[in-house]
């Protein structure tokens, strides 16, 4: 049925009937967190069954939003796993929270497109400051700041950071001539055995190739190991090839595991490697005095990045890119056709954000980010940092008490990797049943060449009462088994 409002408003939703559906779907979203609990965290769906319930072909007419929130209930939310679930323990989490929430609605209805400073003022310059913000709440150097040399942008994932971090590094080893002429097949970059795979994959893309990708072998505690990176090097150049750029990671995915940065950054500066600092998930937990330990080195890099979509409750995606010589990435990412140029660009008293990324557009993402740390306050994520990682470190110790058990990597945040003692058959049945059950969501790595169980505490709304309830449940099904 149409209501009088859409007949007369040429098909557009009008200011009321936004203002009313609006309202119905806030009250939606709270309703949801309320029941986040009933859902099973991983779907249980199989794989087409959403596919088929929906029509082949799109309505002709158009239909009543109610409808469309009642097929969200009946038809999506079983297809959906609940990362926001406070049982969700899986990979590192994808954050959200209310103001976060809130304020990417406001940047959607506002529907900025931040290319350029003149395209809205406002989306660089919150974008700018609360980026300075966060240098030294993180303890990060001075030189990232928009105020020297460098500064910070918000991409959309690490693995876009990764990647216009060795985009850059690629020009400055080759004096800005591969992106006229390609590469020659000379450059070589590093990265640790155990960094995550958009590393593999920026190398792809930029030409570098996979096999001028080298994987450094890992330590007792999966962290690089800085002799064998500097054997590396100098093979590489005996051989006449061109080492331009290394990947440490603080906080590996597998195991958490933090790269000596201080000892990788000194290498790097000894033979001129552009130093990139992935941290993504572990970078958060740098708000905290007691962990800034994590940013030893980080004066040594050239690039720097964390995710605040991770573990600082601002919902996917917000990655937070920083850079110590701003020009080099400029220089490499920029192109200016006729209908870019405008007066505040050719003033080059401006910041024009599309020079620092992938793509030419850009959301206002930075409206979500300023709303978390305005609403929180340092002081209110601190806490939260503070809490999950007292609660990893207390399932590590429950862990370590059974005998049924053992620990597979040291815990130096909020990420357990543990196993049963009895073999990979058993921890994979372990991790099977627990996701089936619906009570909770644990992944898996190997370590060592051994399956092992991730549990990850770092959810927004994940109390002791969840860790309690995972370790109990982890236990019964081990029993059965």
């Not at 097949?185 to 990708?213: D, W």
């Not at 994520?381 to 370590?400: G, K, P, T, Y």
Request: aromatic share 10%.
């Amino acid at each position: 049925m149409t209501t009088p409002e859409r007949k007369t408003t040429s098909f557009h939703m009008s200011p009321e009937e936004f203002r009313r559906n609006g309202h119905e779907v806030v009250d939606w979203i709270a309703d949801y967190y309320s029941r986040i609990e009933s859902f099973p965290v991983l779907s249980q769906v199989k794989p087409g069954d959403l596919r088929a319930s929906l029509p082949a072909s799109a309505p002709g007419k158009g239909e009543e939003f109610t409808d469309l929130l009642k097929d969200l209930e009946q038809l999506i939310l079983p297809g959906v796993t609940h990362w926001q679930s406070p049982n969700f323990f899986a990979y590192f989490p994808s954050n959200a929270s209310g103001p976060a929430i809130l304020g990417d609605l406001l940047s959607s209805g506002l529907g900025v497109q931040g290319m350029l400073w003149a395209t809205s003022p406002a989306c660089t310059e919150l974008e700018t400051r609360v980026l300075d913000w966060l240098v030294p709440a993180l303890g990060l150097p001075e030189k990232f700041l928009s105020t020297s040399t460098g500064g910070g942008v918000i991409q959309d994932t690490a693995s876009s950071a990764t990647l216009c971090a060795m985009l850059a590094a690629r020009e400055r080893a080759t004096n800005f001539s591969s992106n006229q002429e390609g590469c020659r097949g000379k450059l070589v970059a590093y990265t640790s055995a155990q960094a995550h795979s958009s590393v593999e994959k920026a190398v792809q893309i930029a030409g570098i190739g996979r096999e001028n990708l080298r994987l450094i072998e890992v330590d007792e505690r999966f962290a690089m190991n800085p002799e064998a990176l500097s054997a590396a090097i100098q093979k590489d150049r005996q051989s006449g090839l061109l080492p331009f750029f290394v990947c440490a990671t603080v906080g590996t995915t597998s195991s958490n595991a933090i790269d000596p940065v201080p000892q990788i950054g000194k290498i790097c500066r000894e033979h001129n490697l552009w130093l990139h600092v992935d941290a993504a998930m572990s970078g958060t937990a740098a708000l905290c005095p007691e962990f800034r330990y994590l940013h030893d080195g980080v004066e040594f890099a050239d690039s720097y990045c964390f995710n605040p979509h991770k573990w600082m409750f601002t919902n996917f995606d917000c990655d937070c890119f920083y850079v110590a010589d701003r020009k080099a990435l400029i220089q490499t990412l920029s192109v200016l056709p006729e209908y870019l140029r405008n007066k505040a660009t050719e003033s080059g008293a401006v910041i024009d954000y599309r020079d620092w990324q992938i793509p030419l557009g850009r959301r206002f993402r930075s409206l979500k980010l300023w709303f978390v740390l305005r609403y929180y306050g340092i002081d209110g994520l601190q806490f939260h940092i503070r809490e999950h990682v007292r609660l990893a470190q207390e399932f590590a110790a429950w862990v370590q008490s059974d005998q049924r058990f053992e620990m597979v990597a040291p815990t130096p945040l909020n990420l357990v990797c543990f196993r049963l003692k009895s073999g990979d058959e058993a921890n994979q049945q372990l991790m099977d049943a627990l996701n089936h059950s619906g009570d909770l969501y644990l992944t898996h790595t190997k370590l060592n060449d051994k399956l092992t169980l991730r549990l990850c505490v770092g959810q927004t709304n994940t109390t002791e009462r969840h860790v309690e309830k995972a370790w109990k449940r982890i236990q019964e099904e081990a029993s059965r088994l």
